[in-house]
Structure formats: structure tokens, C-alpha cells
């Protein structure tokens, strides 16, 4: 007999982080940065396993980190994954960005109310007018905690593009800037439009 789609998500989210998904706590922070997995598991301990994912598991907080690797493809994967857990409670993209806007300078944190669907990975989950946007619910709690840090975030518009050195083209910056597109990055687009598709509440804090 062939496998289900909701088995299959469970032995592959299994496969590639290497724990039962039983253990992945209610709230998870995702990146693909592997400092920032290794900076939580300093500060929380928790129990780490990897496979194709990086996974450090704090139970203490209830709150799970993975680092999924690069690229919009890897980050859909991880987001309908993660549609199956019947706990989840919410999803927090924690990513970098290019800036695009002159007024932003290095160490910038943005919590993006949108995301221009530039790459091509979402089409498959989204109609193309469907706007990429994180769940409103979401994103004050991450507005929230870069202010009880004593930041201000910027919130705006970000770009996702599948494209590697687009900042050698100046007439396509140029054109980000005119549509006062504060920043770039390569899968947000992709976690949002796919996060909306199997109803996941999702927000972001990204750093310049």
C-alpha cells in the first residue's frame, strides 16, 4: 500500500532532523544559520540531534531551533513539515537580509509585514496574486521582543529573490529602491506563502 502524504511528512521531518517529532516543542524558531543554532544551544542546553536539519530541542522553554539549511525549496519543506505537528503553536523565522535602504545600517533588525514573491518556489502553493505576508497575530510578538532589547525594528517590505549576486546589478537595485523595498533576502517569501497554505502562524526578525 502507498504512503499517505501526512506519513510520508512524518518519516521524512524524522529522517532529516533525526528525533521523533513527538519532542519538537510547541514554538519554533527556524534559520539557516548554523551560529545561531549554536548560540541557542549555549544559552538553553537542550537536547541536539541533526540529520539534514540541525535541531536543538529546549524543553525547558518549550521552544525548538532548526536550522534548515539554504534555499526556498529546503525552507517549504521544513514549513509543511511542520503543519503536521498537532502542538505547533507558531513559527519564527530568524534570518539575515540585505539592506536595501539607505537608511539601514548593519545590526538592523526588521520584522517584514510582506514579502515580494521574486523566487520561484511559491507558485506552487500560492495562486500568483496571493501576497506573501506573515500571520498578523504573529508579528507583534516579534516586533515585541527586538524592542525589550532596547532596539527599534524597521517593518516594511521584503523582496525574495532565487537569484545569487543580484547586487552587481545596478539597474535591478535601482529598481528596489524606487519601490522602497527596504531589504532582500532568498527564502522569506517562501516560508510565508507556504506557511499560509497549510494555515501556520508564522512571523520573522531578520537581521541586516
Not at 56 to 67: E, F, G, P
Not at 127 to 146: D, K, L, Q, R
Amino acid at each position: 500500500m502507498a504512503l499517505k502524504e501526512h506519513e510520508y511528512i512524518r518519516q521524512t521531518l524524522e529522517r532529516y532532523t533525526n528525533c521523533d517529532p513527538e519532542d519538537i516543542c510547541d514554538f519554533v524558531l527556524i534559520t539557516n544559520f548554523k551560529q545561531y543554532i549554536s548560540r541557542f544551544k549555549e544559552k538553553f542546553q537542550g537536547d541536539y540531534s541533526e540529520g539534514n536539519f540541525r535541531i536543538l530541542r529546549a524543553k525547558d522553554i518549550n521552544c525548538t531551533m532548526i536550522d534548515y539549511g539554504i534555499g526556498s525549496p529546503q525552507a517549504a519543506l521544513l514549513i509543511n513539515c511542520l503543519a503536521y505537528l498537532d502542538k505547533l503553536k507558531a513559527v519564527i523565522v530568524l534570518g539575515m537580509c540585505g539592506g536595501i535602504d539607505d537608511t539601514l545600517e548593519i545590526g538592523d533588525f526588521i520584522v517584514p509585514s510582506a514579502a515580494i514573491r521574486g523566487e520561484g518556489t511559491s507558485r506552487h502553493y500560492l495562486p500568483s496574486e496571493f501576497p506573501a505576508i506573515p500571520t498578523s497575530s504573529v508579528n507583534p510578538f516579534c516586533i515585541g521582543a527586538v524592542r525589550k532589547i532596547g532596539l527599534i525594528p524597521r517593518c516594511g517590505i521584503v523582496y525574495t529573490t532565487d537569484r545569487r549576486l543580484w547586487e552587481f546589478d545596478v539597474e535591478f537595485v535601482t529598481y528596489l529602491r524606487q519601490q522602497r523595498i527596504l531589504a532582500i533576502d532568498m527564502e522569506l517569501a517562501t516560508l510565508f506563502s507556504v506557511a499560509y497554505n497549510y494555515e501556520v502562524p508564522i512571523g520573522s526578525v531578520m537581521l541586516i
